[in-house]
């Protein structure tokens, strides 16, 4: 018999770095807390970069009556980031890595009356990934603690966390068939292992065949079988699996069972507004129940090791999932074993979800490092490990959008997949389609996706003429619609991936109207709005029900003669009313566009297929200012707007590399660029070092990279007037 007994209630805490000795005496005097739990809830969500890392403790008494068994064991769920488990005043153990599962044995330690006291760690460390990322590195005991008591013969708990119990199904498409092999640890002479009603008695390890095997079907029919392993001393365990079978084309994209099945979904962050990264299964499921409405079916688990709850959800609903390390942004000589660690421990705990399609080896680690031997080294050695310890599944890796597209490094991992953000951050829309068809000629034989794309948006702002940086509800949804079209038109694109289905927190952020968020979400970041370009992404993939969506409900008030209703609707045809007056009906896909004369105060309402929406707009005389976070760039956009340019001459309309084309234009914004670049240090060295960024800011135009630059207004006047006295 195995006991677990949860240990989430009756810890206290202190946020102080003392010694262990110490710490033990806040067994009864520190802060009374229950897990799971962070001390980053509120300083890591509220900008500033300023959150509390450091050293804390969380102690407990633990009595006689619950350490009862043969053998025990603690089972950590998750601390964040490094842990360190006293007993009775002595040091257990160590772990570094803040996502994964460790356990710890206690057995021949136990007194009367015990003290466990563990202390975790957010410090920073040059070991420890992550260390240089955009998202709060909460510190804390913020999953379950469990104790399990198990008899003396059982099975196996220390190593890496293991459930215990390996499944690999390899399915037959043809004969429909599976050849499932179970592997078991343990410290007895025989193991009972059973499988779809049938029980083989075994050392380790048993061989079975379903036939006519019921495949996990992705979002349509994610069956899930049963493997239990049980030892004569009557220690059990079990696991869930699924029998599927999941390919990549270079040409033709993601398969499923032999089926084409392009993987189109968002990337998740595990934190919750108010409540950090401490969150309970119902958190889970209610963000697996907004994944379902949306109808992704993939889903990218960022930047690390998610609960397993959180993979069992994925599992029971049909969720393909790319699952990953923290091995992020700046690769750290020091932290090889600890990307080998984590790896280990994310396959070892994971390997049985059916779910999971890829182990993901790193994202944007060449952003702020160069491909030099040791990281190569480093994700050759990761590359290996994900495939000695799991040969089904394959590699990939989220490379940054400037790294060159021949660079050694995507020649490791089995598929490739890029992170980009042309029309947000730099650079046009368009340039993401140029990109991918430029990668997929240069490359026809090797598999790519897009592992990372968006804007970020702030409810409360709003515009008719939406741009690139106004942090605008319609920009996001414009930017998600280019990008719409573009994966739709390329379905060699293994799997694509939003940025990012929620807000969340990154302390180090302070824009667009918020401090410590980054907005790309889809929803925000209490969960408790769905912007328009959620609706967008529904209105392609959810084919469950008929549903249409008006655009721009909080944009009430809207200084125009005439205004656009945008509508999104999975629907082929869409009806709109003003005031209960049919305006007309629009036959299309996805996005409908209508044309309003904008009058007084209306009443909207969109119809398809038997549902409807409603929204209530009006015009106003003067803009309203609660809608525009960047009023300088607004300013700067109306003046230049009405400016009376010269096209025979330059002006900062015209592109970078159409200005650097002529000497004295060309010099000109070069001496300009160069001072601006002694002022920002080490980016701009990555900038003119970057032979694939300078070709990409040749195709902006001098506006949009002075405005991304934060010029401020009178400099681009200046610069204007200078380039118009030059003849082209
Ligand atoms: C990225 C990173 C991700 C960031 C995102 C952004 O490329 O992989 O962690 O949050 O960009 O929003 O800038």
Known sequence: MRKITNLNEGWRFLKADVPAETAAAYAVRGEAVTLPHTWNALDGQDGGNDYYRGRCWYVRELSAEEAAGERLFLEVNGAAMTAEVWFNGVKLARHEGGYSCFRVELTDRLSEKNILAISVSNEESDQVYPQKADFTFYGGLYRDVNLIAVPAEHFELLKDGTPGIKVTPVVDLENKRAVVTVETWHNAESVDITVNGETKSVERSAEFVIENVHLWDGLKDPYLYTAAAKLPSGDEVSTRFGCRVFACDPEKGFFLNGCSYPLRGVSRHQDLKGRGNALSVDDHKADMDIIRELGANTLRLAHYQHAQEFYDLCDENGIVVWAEIPYITMHMPKGRENTLSQMRELITQCYNHPCIAVWGLSNEITAASAVNEDLLENHRLLNELCHRMDPTRLTT??????????????????????????????????????????????????????????????????????????????????????????????????????????????????????????????????????????????????????????????????????????????????????????????????????????????????????????????????????YIFNKAAASVTNWFDADDIDPSCFSIQDTLGEIRSHPQAGAIVNAMMAKGASERGDVADAVKDNPALQRMMGRMTMLSLLKQGGADEESIKQLNRVLQGIKK
């Not at 021949?406 to 368009?430: A, K, T, V």
């Not at 003429?465 to 930017?479: F, N």
């Not at 807000?503 to 969960?527: C, I, P, S, W, Y």
């Open 397 to 626: 890796m989220a490379d940054v959008f400037m790294l060159e597209i021949d660079s050694p490094i995507l020649e490791i991992p089995d598929i490739n997949s890029y992170n980009l953000y042309f029309g947000w951050y730099l650079g046009e829309l368009e340039q993401t389609d140029e990109f991918f068809d430029e990668y997929h000629a240069k490359y026809p034989e090797r598999v790519i996706g897009f592992s990372e794309y968006g804007a970020d948006a702030n409810p409360a702002f709003h515009s008719s003429r939406p741009e690139k940086g106004d942090y605008t509800e319609e920009y996001q949804a414009l930017y998600h619609e280019h990008m719409l079209r573009m994966i739709e038109a390329r379905p060699w694109l293994w799997a694509t991936h939003v940025w990012n289905l929620f807000d969340f927190a990154a302390d180090g952020r302070d824009e667009g109207g918020k401090h410590g968020e980054n907005q790309k979400g889809l929803v925000t970041f209490d969960r408790s709005l769905r912007k328009d370009a959620f609706y967008l992404y529904k209105a392609a993939w959810n084919k469950s029900e008929p549903f249409v969506h008006l655009c721009g409900k909080r944009y009430v008030n809207r200084c125009e003669e005439e205004t656009e209703i945008k509508v999104y609707s999975n629907c082929a045809e869409v009806r709109l009313y003003v005031d209960d007056t049919p305006v007309g009906t629009l036959s299309g896909r996805t996005v409908f566009r209508f044309r309003i004369p904008l009058l007084g105060e209306h009443m909207i309402r969109a119809e398809a297929e038997g549902c409807s929406d409603v929204m209530c707009i009006r015009r106003v005389s003067e803009p309203d200012e609660s």
